[in-house]
């Protein structure tokens, strides 16, 4: 049953959520860019989607997931603004012309494939290929759109990435995501996808340290594959200068009905699950990040 968008209608807090420990006692930051479900009142006007539909795209929940990060020393980033409305992991500027009533400047990047696929930083569709917009957009309107998420959420994040360099001479960004059932996987689904890169924005190690506790517990864990690492990784990953950035997808199936995104009972095993990777990773002795 279709529901209406006025059941996604609520105040507006800022574009970012940002919990910090009393103290900040490992050089790991915890980030969530697509976990954001704050749907702005004249996006929900112009969007010719169902309550549902609308949300196809939201990692959501996975904020709670990694709720326990403050606990144990390392702040938790994430964006308030919903995916659909402006995904914080593309470029600032990957737009698409078809979708706007006039022409866009020319330093737009209009060429990505990930505007091509129509998941730019203003999406042209939702998950299941649905159309986002009754209309065409105007570019001032989304211009300001992005100044007011997108920058934000990257100047948070810059921000805890340089003190947390200068703290402990490193950093590690663990970039949370999640990902729906594919149909064609079927039980070759793998229950969370860590991407690095292919190897270029994280240290092995680090990698490998995440994947074997994980393991440990039971997951089917793969590498890359299909999910190598969105901007956030490729951009702020750059090991040579002791910024590391793995990205962590979770399968949605674990611990949510991905047709009424309602939380699961499996989602307590999870977040279980990921407080004692979390724990683990605050008392890891990172020194290697820096050679």
Aim: net charge neutral.
């Amino acid at each position: 049953m279709d529901l209406p968008l006025s059941t996604l209608a609520e105040a507006q807090p800022g574009p970012v959520s940002l919990r910090r420990p009393p103290r900040q006692t490992a050089p790991v930051v915890f980030a969530s860019p697509h976990s954001g479900r704050c749907y702005p009142a004249e996006f929900l006007a112009e969007s010719r989607l169902d309550a549902l539909a609308v949300r196809r795209s939201e990692d959501s929940f996975v904020d709670e997931l990694f709720a326990a990060a403050p606990e144990h020393g390392m702040p938790l980033l994430a964006a308030t603004f919903p995916r659909v409305y402006c995904d914080a992991n593309r470029e600032a500027w990957e737009l698409d012309p078809a979708m706007f009533d006039g022409p866009l400047p020319p330093w737009v990047n209009s060429a990505s494939p990930r505007v091509g696929a129509g998941l730019g930083t203003i999406a042209r569709i939702v998950a299941n290929g649905e159309p986002v917009y009754r209309r065409r957009l105007s570019f001032p309107a989304v211009e300001s759109r992005i100044q007011r998420c997108w920058h934000p959420y990257h100047a948070a994040l810059r921000r805890l990435i340089e003190e947390t360099r200068a703290e402990f001479g490193c950093c590690l960004v663990i970039d949370c995501h999640s990902m729906p059932t594919h149909p064609l996987l079927g039980t070759q689904m793998p229950d969370m996808i860590l991407g690095d890169a292919h190897g270029t924005a994280c240290a092995p190690r680090a990698v490998r340290l995440v994947e074997e506790h994980l393991g440990e517990r039971g997951y089917r864990v793969r590498r890359n594959d299909p999910y190598a690492g969105g901007f956030v990784t490729r951009h702020y990953g750059r090991p040579r200068e002791q910024v590391h950035v793995l990205q962590i997808e979770l399968a949605r199936a674990l611990y949510m009905n991905e047709a009424t995104i309602e939380r699961v009972p499996g989602m307590a095993r999870l977040q279980a699950d990921l407080g004692g990777l979390i724990a683990a990773l605050s008392v890891t002795d990172w020194s290697f990040l820096r050679a």
